[in-house]
């Protein structure tokens, strides 16, 4: 079965340090990876995708993540954060020719100045 | 262009009460999703609907139902409202997998 870990439940960082967010996935063949971000009460919002190709995708925001076959990641990256980035952060992954995401827990991010 | 509606935002209902929301998605957008988002859950697949037929179902009971309507919107259906239903529900709209999906801001319910 698929499945998605975020192993930080919640990540302190001060502003302009760079930030890698971790994500293991559990999937038999080539995932669909998504990067969301949830501002609270809000919806989620899609910072980027990969589905196949150039492992290193470019995201909205700033933000990019590298799929890595081998360690079955999918970690996001920024090297500057901002403190408008604070919001929980969630990675998914989606099954072939189904519309059905699996999430992760989430990891909290907060952002000092 | 619009993005993916829900109505309502809030909702508060009592015990043994059924609940019906809403969703709008991207004109053009044939595929809609939903998701449960609780505290102690996270978020979960409910159900996703493809030009009027379910397609897929998460691991929900029979009190949770949804349709899809010829314009795409869609609707769920949650009967004897159970305390542990409150929560943030979540409407997802697609043109295709490899799109991505796009989230609306979703219905809070509460249940008392």
């Known amino acids: 079965a698929q499945s998605v870990t975020q192993p930080d439940i919640h990540i302190t960082v001060s502003e302009g340090a760079s930030l890698e967010l971790r994500c293991n996935y559990s999937?038999?063949?080539?995932?669909?990876l998504f990067w969301y971000v949830q501002s609270p009460g809000q919806g989620l919002q899609l910072l980027l995708k990969?589905?196949?190709?150039?492992?290193l995708v470019q995201g909205i925001k700033g933000f990019e993540a590298e799929f890595k076959r081998s360690q079955s990641s999918f970690n996001l990256r920024k090297p500057s954060v901002h403190w408008s980035d604070a919001a929980e952060y969630f990675c998914?992954?989606?099954?072939?020719?189904?519309?059905?995401?699996?999430f992760g827990t989430g990891t909290r991010l907060q952002v000092f100045p | 262009k619009a993005g993916v509606t829900q109505t309502p935002r809030y909702l508060i209902k009592t015990r043994g009460q059924q609940v019906t929301l809403s969703c709008s998605p991207i004109?053009?957008?044939?595929?809609v999703s939903w998701y449960q988002q609780t505290p102690g859950q996270g978020l979960q697949f409910l159900f996703e609907?493809?030009?009027?037929?379910?397609?897929n179902k998460g691991n929900f009971p029979g009190r949770f139902s949804g349709r899809q309507f010829s314009n795409s919107r869609s609707e769920m259906n949650v009967s004897t409202l159970e305390l542990g239903d409150s929560a943030l529900y979540l409407c997802?709209?697609?043109?295709?997998?490899?799109?991505?999906?796009?989230f609306g801001s979703g219905t809070r319910l509460t249940v008392v």
């Open positions: 997802a709209s697609s043109s295709g997998q490899d799109y991505g999906y796009t």
């Open positions: 999937y038999g063949a080539t995932p669909y």
């Open positions: 990969y589905f196949s190709g150039d492992t």
């Open positions: 998914a992954v989606g099954t072939y020719n189904t519309d059905k995401l699996i």
């Open positions: 004109s053009g957008h044939r595929s």
């Open positions: 609907y493809f030009s009027e037929t379910q397609r």
